[in-house]
Structure formats: C-alpha cells, structure tokens
C-alpha cells in the first residue's frame, strides 16, 4: 500500500500505511482520561501486532503487525471501539519523554552559558514553555502543586533572564520523566515474557481434515484437535472425545479432571491421556491467559502508597518555599535572596527519586524470578511481618510419592507393588506415575497386562492371566465392583488420619491389599522459611485439609512454622486470613490454585507460585517466575532495599535542600549557584535511586545467577 489518507470511522483516520505498519491520526488520544499506555498495552495482546508506540502531542499512534487483513481489522475495530477499561478519572494522557528529548533538554542546558543572549532567549523560552503549560493547567484545575513550583521557578528565571537556570530545571525534570518511563517499560517487559502464549501451532479441523495452523490464525468456531501431552490453547466447548486434563495452571488441583463432550474448558489446561475435539469460544487476546495480561498491566497505573505519600508532602512543601520567598522580599526587599530561595525547592528529588526507585525496583526484581504487579505490592512485601502458606503446591511440590505398601490375603510388599504398577503402567495420572515409579526404583518386573480399562477419577481395570486386577479408589471397589473392603477398615483410619491418600487394589474379586500416597515437601522450603525469619518474619502460619497429626508432623518436619491450622475447606482460608489481619497482623498468602483467590485478594499481599492456577495469578500481586521457594526471600530483600533508598532519598533531599535553602535566605548564594546545588543534588539522588536500586542482592547472588526473564537482548 502506498501512503493516503483513509477515512476508517468517526474517530481515527489512517494518516499513512505500507504492508507490516499503520499509522492513525484521531484527536480521541488528546482525551485527558484515556490511558495511552493502557491502549497499547491493549492493542499489543492482540494477534499478530508487534509493537505500538502513540504520540499524544501529535495526534498519532503507530502500529507495527504482521500484515494480515484479518489482524488488521481487529486493530481497526479496537480503536473504533475503545473499551471503557482503557479510560479512568485522571488518566494518564501523558506521552513518554524519548531519549533524544532528554539528551537535547541536557545539550541545551549546558550550551547555555556560551550561547549569545539572542539566541538564549527565544531557545530558553521555547524548552520551557511544556513546563509551564502544564503548571498552568495544574493551577487551573488542581491548585498549588508541584507542577506549578516547577513553572514557576521556569518562568521566574526566564523573566530574570537567567537562562541556564531555567533551562537547567527543565532538563532535570525531563531526564526524572525519562528515567521513571525506562523503569516501567522494563517492568512492562518483564509481563510480555511471562504472559506470551506457551504454543506457537495447533491443530484444527477444517473441511474434514486436520490442519495445522498458527496460533494467531485460530479464530472463533475452529474445531481445535488436542492429544495427550498438548495444551489447550482455546477457551471452548468439547464436541467430540474424552481426555484427563490436567488443570493444576488452572485450578491448582494436581489430579486431573474428566472432559468428555458438552465440558467446557479453559486455555491452559494440559491433556494427560486422551484425545479432544474443543469448539474454540475465546482465542487470542480473549482467552483467560490474555486476559490476565490485561489485568497485569491495569495494576501498573496504581501508584504505591510510598510514592502518593512523598507526592503529597512534595506538594504541601509547595507554599512554604513560595511562603518564605516572598517573606523575604517583603522583609528585604532583596529580590536577588528572594530569587535565590525561589530557585531551590524540596519538589524534584522528592517527586522523582520515588518512581525511580520503586520502578527500579520491580525490574530488580524480575531479573531475580520475581514479578511484583505495582509499586504497592513492593511497599507492601517491605512491611509485612506474617506469612500464610497454603501447604499443597507452596510448601510442597503437589506430586505424590509412595509411602506405605501393605498387603492381605497372603501376597507380599513387592508382589502387590507390582501387581499395581503393571495395571497403572499405561495411565497417565499423577497417582499411576507415583505407583510406577516406586516399582521401578525396587527394581520389580512388572506381570504382562491386558484389556486396560481407565476409569478417569476412579482408577483403572486390567487383566493378568486372564484374572481381572482393580487399582482405585474404595468407592471404586466397593460401591461399583462389589469387593469387600472391611478387612482393612482400621488400617485405613488410622492412614487417613495421618493425611495419606489410599489406593486399593483387588484381584478376581479378593481385595489384595492398599498402597498410601502422600504429597512431597520441596526440598529448599525449610531453608526458604528460615531465610524469611532471618528478614524480619515474625510469624509464619501454615493451612492444611490434612488431618491433624499429618499436619503437625508436616510442620515439624519444615522448622519455623509458629502456628498450624488444619483440616480446613477452601472457603476457611480468606476468613483466616481477615481474622489474622484483625488481630493486628501485616500479612502475605502464599498460594497457587483457583480456590486460593478470595485469601490472595483479602491479604495485604498475594504471592502465587510460577505454575500456579490462572485465578491465583490475576488475584495474587507477587508472581514468582523460578519454581523455588527461596525467591520469595529475595523478593523480601529487594523491597527493603528499595525502602531503604526512598528512606535515604527523602533524607538527602530534605537535608541537602535545607541547607541550600537556608543559605540562600541569608543572601550567602546567588540565584545561579542556588540553582545549580539544588539540581546537583536531585541529579545526584536520582543516580543514587537508579545505581541502588539495580544492586543483586546478595541472597539472590548466592542462590544461582538470576533469570533470563526482563533480561535485555
């Protein structure tokens, strides 16, 4: 295509176009509620869009895809129909600052003093003119606030002539703009690494035959074809087949669920044996996993509590430096002091330094394996003294093991192991492996089967010398074969109550015995609680269904674990965790499932483990990336790092600009030394607040080197 001008609807115009890339034109992007690096973020999850990049001052956006008509449509009918989630009151209409911008404000700053006044004049007025719109308009509609002491100080030296001062301020304010916009977009990288789709084909069924396709070329009614070890890569309906899904990235549960014809299924679920034909209802960007990317980058507009309080006491400071300077020369009459004092301000580093080193922070974090989802999930993770643990998939890894063989009827330990085995051989299910895998490390040769029969949710029936053998559950023998099981009534008890799960196994009728089952601890979570204590966690309370003595034995097996509750429903967790935090406790819950989100939410933070149920990510604020417990102390490590720069910020800013101003008032410093300390100091504090905030911390230098995650190419 060549470059024209299209008339595409009422709001956007397309201004010019070539095969890979568009560029639009629409006065809607002036609007002062939408959020321009949400709109992006929005066009981005769509199919085949590479990259987008809006100009607010230029009425544009520019978009780079794939060429395909299909997608371009779908760009088109987004910007035509804008979601109301794009919009929010005061939404940031702000256009990022570039890099040239910056470089330019900072040549223009520095050429200043050897420019001739000519020339300086209408430069200076034409760098400072932004800042002093936007001071103006602050004023208008918001009142006294930083943005008008930034004016202000702009225009008072404009107005006195002093150029390099005021070209000097609008250069400091433009490279804190910059560096807060670097941060975030690192951050912003960090969510495309972790939410890209996990399939780049799949296979759909078109005309009667199955094709393989992309995944950007599935659209709304396909019939995806998914065999056993494959992910669901759709939101649909199955119309044809019966698989076992394992849903664990979905729900949290480790056992898989029987999808036959007329089930629903969401994106992310992996098929463990079986074979399904799914109507595809959501694809792309509407699936549930694209959906939580939205949900992530809607998180990054919130503002931490840290960064609105400094905001707040920047802005407060506002009418104390314009209340002293005009004193001044009311006393005075010396409009040189009163200069001076005009000239310095608390604002910038305190404004500034705070984005910087929260934003730092996150992109710290994710280069350790850790994703925080807002600048208040960092305060937060900073402040809290209590950890909740759901056990399953936290504090251990949600896989079972082997615990107890015992046999009856006369067949031995080994013999009934491998009776089981053999029949669980060629079943794809978290209990099978577990049984399989305990026979093959004995070393036991496994009898020769025949007519496997899976019971999905049940167990499985096989043949061995002609002689029918059933593995499962007692509901399984019992109610649907008939086989007496009370031989083993109290052993059963007793077993259950220490948490273990049974699984019966019966031969021609004869109940042969019962197998226990139990979730492994993963092996770095003792030590990954003791580092937690050693960072100033004062309680740390584990939830468990497990019965009590299972529970008990788990928690004193781990260490560290000041209270226990057990034998608790899903529900029991949330209200948990409000009655912790009424009783005083600042609290985290850590948890990995679908039926962990009402606690993850009601916490001051939710932390979800890297393969945790989709829910529990969109609910959770601290994802980790790395499947190690320990990462979570390294998250620890970082928020306090970064509370202890903003600490130090706050203190070199009040301190240094103090003194600046003290001696300003007393006539000691001229307006242009006065300017000149003042943003020495904030460029100073703001190269501390990004060199500090960047710093590995030592925790996670000793664990290994840190993810690739947010890495730079």
């Given at each position: 295509m060549t470059a024209r001008a299209e008339q595409t609807g009422k709001a956007f115009k397309i201004a010019h176009e070539v095969k890979h890339r568009i560029r639009m034109r629409?006065?809607?992007?002036?609007?002062?509620?939408?959020?321009?690096?949400?709109?992006?973020?929005?066009?981005?999850?769509?199919?085949?869009?590479?990259?987008?990049?809006?100009?607010?001052?230029?009425?544009?956006?520019?978009?780079?895809?794939?060429?395909?008509?299909?997608?371009?449509?779908?760009?088109?009918?987004?910007?035509?129909?804008?979601?109301?989630?794009?919009?929010m009151p005061g939404g940031s209409g702000h256009d990022d600052i570039t890099l040239p911008t910056v470089a330019a404000q900072g040549a223009a700053a520095a050429l200043t003093p050897f420019m001739p006044h000519e020339a300086a004049a209408p430069a200076s007025w034409m760098l400072g003119m932004p800042t002093m719109l936007e001071g103006l308009h602050t004023l208008l509609y918001e009142g006294v606030k930083v943005e008008v002491l930034d004016a202000s100080a702009v225009a008072f030296s404009l107005l006195r002539k002093d150029y390099f001062t005021a070209n000097a301020i609008v250069a400091m304010l433009g490279l804190g703009s910059y560096m807060e916009s670097w941060t975030e977009k690192k951050s912003d990288d960090l969510l495309k690494n972790l939410l890209r789709p996990q399939v780049e084909s799949v296979w759909v069924e078109r005309d009667a035959r199955e094709v393989q396709v992309e995944f950007n070329d599935l659209i709304v009614g396909d019939l995806v074809i998914c065999g056993a070890g494959e992910l669901v890569p759709v939101d649909g309906v199955v119309v044809d087949g019966d698989a076992a899904l394992n849903q664990s990235s979905i729900t949290g549960e480790s056992l898989p669920l029987h999808a036959s014809e007329g089930d629903e299924v969401l994106s992310g679920?992996?098929?463990?044996?079986?074979?399904?034909?799914?109507?595809?209802?959501?694809?792309?960007?509407?699936?549930?996993?694209?959906?939580?990317?939205?949900?992530?980058?809607?998180?990054?507009?919130?503002?931490?509590?840290?960064?609105?309080?400094?905001?707040?006491?920047?802005d407060s400071l506002v009418p104390v430096t314009f209340g002293l300077g005009l004193a001044l020369f009311a006393l005075t009459r010396d409009v040189t002091r009163a200069a001076s004092v005009l000239t310095v301000d608390y604002s910038c580093a305190i404004k500034l330094a705070s984005p910087v080193a929260v934003k730092t922070g996150m992109h710290t974090a994710g280069h350790?394996?850790?994703?925080?989802?807002?600048?208040?999930?960092?305060?937060?993770?900073?402040?809290?003294?209590?950890?909740?643990?759901?056990?399953?998939?936290?504090?251990?890894?949600?896989?079972?093991?082997?615990?107890?063989?015992?046999?009856?009827?006369?067949?031995?330990?080994?013999?009934?192991?491998?009776?089981?085995?053999?029949?669980?051989?060629?079943?794809?299910?978290?209990?099978?492996?577990?049984?399989?895998?305990?026979?093959?490390?004995?070393?036991?040769?496994?009898?020769?089967?025949?007519?496997?029969?899976?019971?999905?949710?049940?167990?499985v029936s096989a043949y061995v010398e002609g002689e029918q053998v059933l593995v499962g559950s007692r509901h399984f023998l019992e109610d649907d074969e008939g086989i007496d099981c009370s031989s083993m009534n109290e052993q059963g008890k007793k077993l259950r109550s220490e948490g273990k799960s049974l699984l019966y196994v019966a031969r021609s009728g004869r109940l042969l015995g019962l197998i226990t089952l139990r979730d492994v601890l993963r092996p770095e979570a003792s030590e990954a609680l003791s580092m937690l204590k050693e960072r100033g966690i004062e309680k740390i309370v584990m939830l468990t269904g497990d019965h009590r003595d299972t529970a008990k034995s788990i928690a004193d097996e781990l260490g560290c674990i000041d209270e226990v509750h057990w034998e608790l429903k899903p529900e029991d967790k949330a209200e948990l965790v409000n009655k912790l935090k009424e009783s005083g406790c600042r609290l985290a819950f850590a948890g990995d499932g679908v039926n962990d989100a009402p606690a993850l939410v009601s916490a001051d933070v939710g932390i979800c483990m890297p393969a945790g149920a989709d829910l529990a990510r969109e609910s959770a604020q601290v994802v980790l990336l790395e499947d190690d417990l320990r990462i979570l102390a390294v998250a620890r490590d970082v928020a306090k790092n970064t509370e202890h720069i903003l600490k130090r910020s706050f203190q070199a800013a009040v301190g240094i600009n103090s003194a600046v101003l003290l001696a300003a008032s007393t006539g000691k410093l001229s307006p242009v030394l006065s300017a000149f300390l003042h943003n020495t100091s904030t460029l100073g504090i703001l190269a501390y607040a990004a060199a500090a905030g960047r710093r590995t911390p030592d925790s996670a230098v000793r664990l290994g080197s840190p993810t690739s995650y947010g890495k730079e190419d």
């Open positions: 629409s006065r809607r992007l002036f609007d002062p509620a939408l959020d321009l690096k949400y709109l992006e973020a929005m066009i981005e999850s769509l199919p085949g869009v590479e990259s987008v990049r809006t100009n607010k001052w230029g009425s544009s956006i520019v978009i780079q895809y794939d060429g395909k008509r299909k997608n371009r449509e779908r760009i088109l009918e987004l910007l035509e129909n804008i979601p109301m989630e794009a919009y679920a992996v098929v463990e044996e079986g074979r399904i034909k799914i109507a595809a209802k959501n694809v792309g960007g509407e699936t549930s996993m694209a959906r939580i990317g939205r949900f992530l980058q809607n998180s990054l507009r919130n503002r931490s509590a840290s960064q609105k309080k400094t905001d707040e006491l920047a350790c394996g850790v994703l925080l989802k807002g600048a208040q999930a960092l305060d937060n993770l900073a402040r809290i003294d209590t950890i909740v643990f759901d056990k399953t998939g936290t504090l251990t890894r949600g896989d079972f093991m082997v615990a107890d063989v015992i046999p009856d009827n006369g067949l031995d330990r080994d013999g009934l192991l491998a009776l089981a085995a053999g029949a669980e051989e060629h079943y794809h299910h978290p209990v099978a492996r577990a049984v399989v895998s305990e026979a093959k490390a004995r070393k036991l040769e496994l009898p020769p089967i025949s007519q496997v029969d899976f019971i999905v949710a049940h167990g």
